[in-house]
């Protein structure tokens, strides 16, 4: 159980264009998500929190504008990169908590989205 | 300073030793404090999970966490070669709030366990 997918594992895209990346629990419920982004050999950083029917809320120094959030079920986040540049190329990972009460303080993370933007 | 040290390694072991990671934080108001194993180019594991203070066991694979002096340890029994992975302590505060959920990750240590 508690399984989360994100789509695709994958993707090249070039300078100026937008990317949606798709993150799935598919197996429990989430009110809440994560996104994350990791640059090679460093740790994972929060970039926003993600609730399910509500605007997300960023971290500090992550562009909201550039990085859209939608949270539409309690099964489905996405995250879109627009007008997306070369630095933006990063691992960008999604993580799911079950709705609180039924499986504690866990997140479950998704395997990761390798961006690169040429 | 960060609010969560762990030091990167790389550590190397052989097969069948007991391996101690650990971390230290500098925010009190962490009371959950998490184990993640993240193999190369795909997502954190969650491999422990302890609230508070205590030690947690689960199979080969004992946590502790001392809040007094703001230090956790994860220790690896009969290491195997598949247990080489990079391995990432999380801490987050109270439930509730803004900050509900909210991990903060250290730098990750790599391990690896050779035959």
């Known amino acids: 159980g508690a399984v989360v997918s994100q789509h695709p594992s994958w993707v090249i895209c070039k300078s100026g264009t937008s990317v949606k990346i798709e993150c799935r629990s598919l197996d429990f419920q989430a009110t809440t998500m994560f996104w994350y982004r990791q640059f090679p050999k460093q740790s994972l950083m929060l970039m926003a929190t993600s609730n399910e029917g509500s605007k997300a809320t960023y971290e500090q120094g992550v562009e909201k504008d550039k990085f859209l959030i939608n949270h539409a079920s309690l099964t489905l986040s996405t995250l879109t990169v627009t007008s997306a540049h070369p630095e933006d190329s990063s691992f960008y990972i999604c993580?799911?908590?079950?709705?609180?009460?039924?499986?504690?303080?866990?997140?479950?993370f998704g395997p990761g989205t390798r961006l690169t933007v040429t | 300073q960060k609010e969560v040290e762990q030091d990167p390694g790389p550590l190397s072991v052989p097969e069948g030793a007991i391996v101690s990671l650990n971390c230290t934080y500098s925010?009190?108001?962490?009371?959950?404090f998490m184990w993640y194993r993240q193999y190369s180019r795909k997502g954190p594991e969650l491999l422990m999970y302890?609230?508070?203070?205590g030690n947690k066991e689960d199979g080969r694979f004992t946590a502790q966490v001392d809040k007094s002096s703001k230090y956790i340890s994860l220790f690896i029994r009969d290491s195997q070669p598949s247990d080489s992975a990079t391995y990432l302590c999380?801490?987050?505060?109270?439930?509730?709030?803004?900050?509900?959920?909210?991990?903060?990750f250290g730098q990750g240590t790599i391990l690896t366990v050779h035959p």
């Open positions: 302890t609230y508070s203070s």
């Open positions: 925010n009190s108001a962490f009371q959950y």
């Open positions: 999380a801490m987050s505060g109270n439930a509730g709030g803004t900050s509900y959920g909210k991990l903060t």
């Open positions: 993580s799911a908590q079950p709705v609180p009460g039924l499986a504690g303080y866990e997140q479950y």
